[in-house]
């Protein structure tokens, strides 16, 4: 859990920067999103096949140039 101690004379919007910035580095907001709704195994599995064939595109465009 991203946690955050406001040091004496910092700002408040200091101090959610750096709770931001912790909270984005935990990749707490990629697992709630992640366990926000159920997919089902066939959907999980073509949802990953389609990154990977996108990943392999952008791969391949780079290489072209």
Sequence with gaps: M????I???ESLEN???RFKRKVQGEDIIKEI???S???KPG?????KEAL???RLRKKQ???QD
């Design 15 to 17: 101090a959610l920067r």
């Design 7 to 9: 040091q004496e004379g």
């Design 52 to 54: 990977s064939r996108k």
């Design 61 to 63: 465009r780079r290489e």
């Design 2 to 5: 991203a946690e955050v101690v």
């Design 37 to 39: 709704y159920y997919m």
């Design 43 to 47: 959907e999980k599995r073509r949802a």
């Design 33 to 35: 999103k992640r366990h």
